[in-house]
């Protein structure tokens, strides 16, 4: 799988892992960059909470969430119906 075009500097890891939804218990099996941009977008959640999503120093964040959010759609939407839905 191709790294993400959105980010150049993410780091993509060597393995993957199985990650649980929070929420609804469920886990699913990511690949090393599946689990990377995960991890991304997690942290971009992260930042926004920390700000406020209505705060315009956390706009920068947001469009880089939606930028995450997408490419998981597009490259496994079965992972992100599970975790990120």
Known sequence: MKPPKFNKELIIYEEGDFVENPFSGETFE????????????????????RYGAFNEESFPYQKELRKGLDWFRTNNIKAYMVLLD
């Open 30 to 49: 990511l690949n090393g960059t599946e689990l990377a941009v995960y991890d991304y977008i997690i942290g971009l959640q992260y930042i926004i909470d």
